[in-house]
């Protein structure tokens, strides 16, 4: 959670009083409709109880350009596209939207300090079709997990801001699952709609 240093918070729950007090004033920029910038948001709306006006971007650069400008005045964008902005002061982070916090920015607090049970990541993964046998997926398992474990891997994506999560086929499919049950419900919240 960044916000542009003209916001008077400098800790979640000095943002939270501050959003309870002047709903009419904070927008929160997304990199688009349904993005997880914008779920994250509503997740925060809906656990912190308070209320901003969703700004929609076509992508994250536009979003972020403009919370640096002040015309919104938080986000809830990724650690890579963030980072060099809060190491520069350009923005002000104040909190990690994951479990922990990051080895990249030790002094930032999670958003769960300030909001409990609160916990948004973004994360990638390799899928194959349905129907490749199990020999082949299992091999790029063991592959894809040994790149992961490289540490100059470990070392570049910490830098950035990321962790790296390996496991199984079958830790991949329930995570996909607990993520698709725990964001419908914020989307539902969100009312928001297919374009």
Do not use: C
């Amino acid at each position: 959670m960044v916000v542009n240093p003209s916001v008077p918070a400098k800790s979640v729950p000095e943002f939270i009083a501050y959003a309870k007090t002047s709903p009419d004033k904070i927008n929160y920029a997304s990199a688009g409709t349904g993005a997880p910038s914008h779920v994250t948001g509503e997740l925060f709306k809906m656990m912190a109880g308070v209320d901003m006006v969703h700004v929609p971007y076509r992508s994250a650069g536009p979003a972020i350009t403009d919370l640096l400008g002040g015309q919104v005045q938080v986000m809830f964008p990724t650690t890579v596209s963030s980072i060099g902005y809060i190491r520069a002061g350009r923005l002000r982070a104040l909190a990690v939207t994951a479990a922990m916090r990051s080895d990249a920015l030790p002094s930032i607090p999670t958003m769960a300090e300030f909001v409990p049970g609160y916990e948004s990541t973004s994360w990638l993964g390799i899928g194959a079709p349905k129907n490749t046998p199990v020999e082949i997926v299992d091999k790029l398992n063991k592959e894809i997990n040994a790149g992961l474990a490289d540490p100059n891997m470990k070392a570049r994506l910490a830098d950035l801001g990321g962790t790296v999560l390996a496991g199984s086929p079958a830790d991949f499919g329930e995570l996909i699952a607990e993520e698709t049950e725990k964001w419908g419900k914020v989307v539902k919240f969100s009312g928001a709609k297919a374009d």
